[in-house]
């Protein structure tokens, strides 16, 4: 049986919102996407953001678990294909992610 994610009250509806992970800055998905996006209340019902994890690939959670575990000035003593040391040193980045997300709206 799974957990389920808390919800969340949304009570300003002129911003977008993007939610991460606190520790990792890992992207969450909020209503099944990465970007919230606040419509005026119905008839005074509130609005709700199911917040959930996304699934994530095999070598992006490989990756989750090495950062997690290894200090960033030691990713480089791994022995590992020197891609792996590059998408290592690419952490998760929210102003990237803002970035991208902004172009594809545009």
């Keep these: 049986m799974g957990r389920k994610a808390p919800e969340s009250r949304v009570a300003a509806p002129e911003h977008l919102w993007l939610f991460r992970d606190a520790e990792t800055d890992d992207g969450l998905l909020v209503n099944q996407t990465e970007l919230f996006v606040p419509t005026p209340n119905v008839n005074g019902q509130p609005i709700f953001?199911?917040?959930?994890?996304?699934?994530?690939?095999?070598?992006?959670?490989?990756l989750q678990v090495i950062r997690s575990l290894v200090k960033p000035v030691d990713y480089r003593r791994l022995d590992i294909?020197?891609?792996?040391?590059?998408?290592?040193?690419?952490?998760?980045?929210?102003?990237?992610d803002l970035q991208r997300l902004s172009l594809e709206r545009s």
């Design 49 to 62: 953001a199911n917040i959930t994890l996304p699934v994530f690939s095999l070598k992006e959670r490989c």
């Design 81 to 96: 294909v020197q891609s792996l040391y590059e998408d290592l040193e690419d952490h998760p980045d929210i102003r990237k």
